[in-house]
């Protein structure tokens, strides 16, 4: 599946408060998606010593899926194809690769 594909389909199963007019609703579907894959990591850390097992790992991949999900939705609420916020963001790493400034902070490095 690409991008594209994903993005139409996850937008046909958007259903939340004036949808095509609201970024906020599913930024914070997005912040509490991310929550929960912190939870299980931190979980994972301290009940399994970091150690990632097959359950582990599909329930991992159950929450990443929630967030591409939001982040899909705030893309088309944005009027944006996830296929341009990727290749903008392989351009920005590539960019900072080639300078040498992939380590540090900052938006502008």
């Excluded at 004036?18 to 930024?27: E, M, R």
């Excluded at 150690?51 to 944005?78: H, P, R, T």
């Amino acid at each position: 599946m690409t991008f594209e594909e994903y993005q139409y389909k996850a937008r046909q199963t958007a259903i939340y408060p004036n949808v095509g007019n609201n970024y906020i609703y599913p930024s914070f579907g997005l912040f509490s998606e991310a929550g929960e894959v912190a939870g299980k990591f931190k979980k994972i850390m301290r009940d399994k010593n970091g150690v990632i097992d097959s359950e582990d790992k599909l329930k991992l991949c159950y929450e990443l899926g929630d967030i591409l999900w939001y982040i899909s939705n705030i893309a088309s609420e944005l009027d944006t194809d996830l296929d341009d916020i990727a290749e903008i963001n392989i351009a920005k790493l590539f960019s900072r690769k080639d300078r040498g400034k992939l380590q540090g902070s900052g938006d502008d490095r």
